[in-house]
Protein backbone atom coordinates (compact mmCIF):
# COMPACT_ATOMS: atom_id res chain seq x y z
CA UNK A 1 0.00 0.00 0.00
CA UNK A 2 2.78 2.40 0.97
CA UNK A 3 4.93 1.64 -1.83
CA UNK A 4 1.91 1.72 -4.12
CA UNK A 5 1.43 5.62 -2.68
CA UNK A 6 4.78 6.38 -3.39
CA UNK A 7 4.74 4.93 -7.13
CA UNK A 8 2.01 7.14 -8.22
CA UNK A 9 2.64 10.26 -5.71
CA UNK A 10 3.52 13.32 -6.99
CA UNK A 11 5.95 16.39 -4.78
CA UNK A 12 5.24 19.51 -5.10
CA UNK A 13 7.92 22.65 -5.33
CA UNK A 14 7.70 26.23 -5.08
CA UNK A 15 10.02 28.95 -5.14
CA UNK A 16 8.79 32.16 -3.37
CA UNK A 17 11.24 34.83 -5.28
CA UNK A 18 11.35 38.36 -5.13
CA UNK A 19 8.93 39.08 -7.97
CA UNK A 20 7.03 35.90 -8.45
CA UNK A 21 6.31 32.79 -7.17
CA UNK A 22 7.65 29.62 -9.31
CA UNK A 23 6.18 26.23 -8.84
CA UNK A 24 6.30 22.75 -10.23
CA UNK A 25 5.24 18.76 -9.61
CA UNK A 26 7.42 16.15 -9.92
CA UNK A 27 6.48 12.23 -10.11
CA UNK A 28 8.39 9.64 -8.12
CA UNK A 29 10.79 9.30 -10.95
CA UNK A 30 12.10 12.97 -10.62
CA UNK A 31 10.31 13.51 -13.63
CA UNK A 32 8.73 17.09 -13.76
CA UNK A 33 5.14 16.14 -15.09
CA UNK A 34 3.61 20.28 -14.60
CA UNK A 35 5.57 23.40 -14.74
CA UNK A 36 3.52 26.23 -15.40
CA UNK A 37 4.47 30.07 -16.08
CA UNK A 38 5.02 31.69 -12.49
CA UNK A 39 2.64 33.73 -11.00
CA UNK A 40 3.55 37.33 -10.32
CA UNK A 41 2.32 38.16 -6.83
CA UNK A 42 3.08 42.41 -6.68
CA UNK A 43 3.76 42.33 -2.71
CA UNK A 44 1.62 39.38 -1.97
CA UNK A 45 2.98 36.16 -2.09
CA UNK A 46 0.74 34.34 -0.11
CA UNK A 47 -2.21 34.92 -2.91
CA UNK A 48 0.01 33.85 -5.35
CA UNK A 49 0.84 30.62 -3.30
CA UNK A 50 -3.22 30.37 -2.62
CA UNK A 51 -3.52 30.86 -6.29
CA UNK A 52 -0.47 28.12 -6.76
CA UNK A 53 -2.01 25.51 -5.36
CA UNK A 54 -5.23 26.18 -5.96
CA UNK A 55 -3.78 25.66 -10.20
CA UNK A 56 -2.16 22.60 -8.71
CA UNK A 57 -5.46 20.74 -7.48
CA UNK A 58 -6.85 21.59 -10.58
CA UNK A 59 -4.43 20.16 -12.65
CA UNK A 60 -3.54 16.71 -10.72
CA UNK A 61 -5.31 15.14 -7.85
CA UNK A 62 -4.45 16.06 -4.32
CA UNK A 63 -4.80 13.11 -2.97
CA UNK A 64 -1.71 12.02 -4.94
CA UNK A 65 0.47 14.70 -3.63
CA UNK A 66 3.34 13.46 -1.38
CA UNK A 67 5.12 16.43 -0.18
CA UNK A 68 5.68 19.82 -0.62
CA UNK A 69 8.90 21.78 -0.43
CA UNK A 70 9.38 25.27 -0.25
CA UNK A 71 12.16 27.74 -0.91
CA UNK A 72 12.66 31.28 -1.57
CA UNK A 73 14.44 34.76 -0.68
Not at 4 to 31: T, W
Not at 46 to 63: F, G, K, N, T, V
Request: charged share 15%; with cysteine.
Amino acid sequence: MIQSRVENGLFVGFDIGSEAVHYAVLNCRQEVVYSPTPIKHFANPIAALRQAWQDICAQMEPSRIINTAFTGS
